[in-house]
């Protein structure tokens, strides 16, 4: 009894490391840059003028701590759903070779945007909303560390992305990780607070199907809209973008050298 115990803890302890590494790197790392070192330089993209309190930053850190610890014990579901072989398509994957991986890698990260918007979407419900999303929107004027600032079902919801994918498509060894990678870097900068990417000479973003820091800053601000993580697309589709998102984010854009350029339409 006691070796099993040990063995969950030590299943339990290699889920919980890698995904509390990426959280004290990304977090920590995009607000000392951000919100320390190059905070001088950087003050025209600040989205808010306020910043967050440090309690709030605080707060932000012990929730995030719990929904890391969600992870990790989902994650040993995981393992032992691996073992009773529940994810046969990950063998399959694996014999397809690096080009999959490469596929699997993009489908993952395009599968969880689909993901995120409609459960997201869906917690934003009056019946969900106090249970499942209330913990995030707390953080009105986001920080770094509201990345993984979650109710207990938000952390569930999320994880259950990592669960589900690979029983539905056949998932190369190993591309879940490097999603989940990109998910926390693009979350943590989502957060940030500062607007980061450059502008077109229309004023619009560079790369307009990617969420900007502006866009996710206005659903925090104005929760009706903009319901969207990482691609703009599924707002556009379904009439839920923010109407003043382009102008908005104009506000804040940085733009080449010399190049003024006409103020932005909404929409």
């Known amino acids: 009894m006691q070796g099993a115990l040990s063995n969950i803890a030590d299943v339990w302890l290699s889920q919980l490391e890698p995904t509390l590494l990426r ?10 840059l951000l919100w320390v070192v190059l905070k001088p330089w950087l003050a025209a993209r600040k989205i ?25 014990t989902v994650g040993v579901l995981m393992v032992w759903m691996y073992e009773a072989g ?23 990260i395009v599968g969880l945007d689909a993901w995120f918007y409609w459960s997201h ?4 419900h009056p019946r969900l909303f106090r249970r499942f999303h209330r913990r995030h929107h707390r953080s009105n004027n986001p920080s770094p560390f509201t990345a993984y600032s979650f109710d207990v079902g938000e952390a569930l919801v999320l994880i259950g992305y990592v669960v589900v994918f690979p029983i539905v498509f056949p998932m190369s060894s190993g591309a879940m990780q490097w999603v989940m990678l990109y998910q926390i870097v693009t979350n943590t900068l ?8 450059p502008a077109r000479r229309d004023g619009r973003p560079m790369l307009d199907f990617i ?21 703009t697309w599924w707002d556009r589709w379904m009439g839920t973008e923010h109407p003043e998102y382009h102008a908005r984010y104009a506000k804040a ?14 929409g």
């Open 23 to 32: 959280y004290a790197i990304f977090t920590v790392g995009v607000w000392l």
């Open 48 to 72: 808010r003028p306020e910043t967050p309190p440090a309690w709030q930053m605080l707060t932000e850190l012990g929730y995030s701590l719990r929904s890391m610890v969600i992870f990790a």
């Open 86 to 108: 529940l994810y046969p398509l990950g063998t399959i994957a694996d014999s397809w070779g690096p080009v999959w991986f490469g596929v699997s890698l993009v489908a993952g």
């Open 121 to 124: 979407r869906l917690m934003h």
């Open 190 to 197: 989502l957060h940030s607070g500062y607007e980061l990417m």
């Open 211 to 231: 969420v900007t820091t502006t866009h996710h800053d206005l659903h925090h601000a104005q929760a009706g809209w903009n319901y969207a993580a990482w691609f």
């Open 253 to 266: 854009a940085w733009r080449p050298a010399g190049e003024g350029g006409a103020p932005v339409r909404a």
